[in-house]
């Protein structure tokens, strides 16, 4: 067994439904200050986060990840309990395989290998980990950054180990995300019968036309790396379970995912614009999760397309797809920020795996990348 599989096991073994680390975090902190990291808990409220460094001189390279995974869902549904790693055809599964602790693996013992190596490394190298990634992600990375930016340490090149592949490990990297941009829309009526519409205002009936402009809006036409921006309704709630019963008010959830030709002030007066314009009375909160980045150049694309080419012999697609990440709160550091990690295809789902072998091609690319950029 692999030095990386092994590794991935013994971290899907510690449940860690986000915000819980279930000691990830520590097994990963004693492993490495063998090798000479100096490890820093920055703890926040009920979130966990570690940053591991080795080295104190520039440039630095970071590894950032995440030891929080999403609900097991329906036990009855998986093959094998989630959080006992189980192999099976060549793939490992459970809970976290994918995203990330299969990725977590792989930076450890890339590192691992690379000091070994070359242990006298131009640089630093640090592991940056949270677990509030899957969650509301108000005290993990973002805090973290804080703190660095106080601190005066400059991160120069950070590698997310999301999983971004598609197919084979390696075949798409994602050098930027959209931005994310939530909404609590409610829209006001006067709750009456349903037999006497004249003595009330029927807020699903008010907010139907606004809510078809709104969904059909053309807010711009995307760029060369971003696709176009989109609104999605993603709960509508209103009534009270009875039938003749006209609601009072009417609340919708709804997210739009933008790219680098529009700012979060442009997305609110032009939505304010349509709300008003059809005529509503109606409360409005905004959260905004993360502007857009984008990292189209530099040494951090060129070395991580080299280490892909040399260990797999693919040439990488560079990609902006998918949701939010952590890499949002590095990129307005002036980092550069990409997305590497085993394929996205069960991640989320019942039965998450990843592939025995991609775990290792994953650490020999991450170990040349190293290679690449700090020898």
Not at 42 to 56: I, K, P
């Amino acid at each position: 067994m692999s030095e990386t599989l092994a590794l991935a096991i013994a971290l899907i073994r510690r449940e860690s439904v986000t915000p819980e680390d279930g000691g990830c975090q520590d097994l990963i902190a004693n492993r490495l200050t063998r090798l000479g990291f100096k490890a820093e808990r920055l703890d926040f409220a009920d979130t966990q986060n570690s940053w591991l460094r080795r080295g104190v001189m520039p440039p630095v390279f970071v590894f950032l990840g995440h030891t929080d995974v999403v609900p097991t869902g329906p036990l009855q549904a998986w093959d094998s309990p989630p959080f006992t790693p189980t192999i099976r055809d060549g793939k490992l599964f459970g809970r976290g395989a994918a995203d990330m602790k299969g990725g977590i693996a792989a930076f450890v013992t890339a590192v691992e290998r690379f000091i070994h190596q070359f242990p006298n490394h131009k640089g630093s190298i640090a592991l940056m980990l949270t677990s509030d990634e899957e969650g509301p992600a108000t005290h993990g990375i973002v805090k973290v950054v804080e703190v660095l930016e106080r601190r005066g340490e400059k991160i120069d090149w950070c590698l997310v180990g999301e999983p971004s592949s598609d197919q084979k490990i390696g075949d798409v990297v994602r050098v930027g995300r959209r931005g994310s941009l939530c909404a609590k829309l409610t829209i006001k009526g006067q709750q009456g019968h349903v037999a006497y519409p004249n003595l009330a205002n029927n807020p699903i009936h008010a907010f139907a036309p606004a809510l078809l402009a709104l969904t059909t809006e053309v807010w711009d036409h995307g760029n060369l790396f971003f696709p176009p921006t989109r609104l999605q309704i993603s709960n509508l709630h209103a009534g009270t379970g009875a039938e003749n019963i006209i609601p009072g008010h009417l609340e919708a959830r709804f997210n739009l995912r933008f790219s680098s030709d529009l700012d979060e002030e442009t997305i609110k007066r032009r939505t304010a614009a349509i709300l008003v314009g059809h005529g509503l009375d109606y409360d409005l909160e905004w959260r905004l999760s993360g502007q857009p980045f984008l990292t189209s150049k530099g040494e951090l694309i060129a070395a991580v397309h080299d280490a892909i080419r040399t260990v797999t012999g693919l040439e990488t697609q560079d990609d902006t797809g998918g949701g939010t990440s952590d890499g949002r709160f590095l990129a307005p550091t002036g980092a550069q920020v990409i997305e590497l990690g085993p394929l996205n295809a069960t991640i989320h789902k019942v039965n998450e795996q990843v592939g025995v072998n991609d775990l290792e091609t994953l650490s020999e690319i991450y170990a040349q990348i190293l290679i690449n950029l700090l020898t």
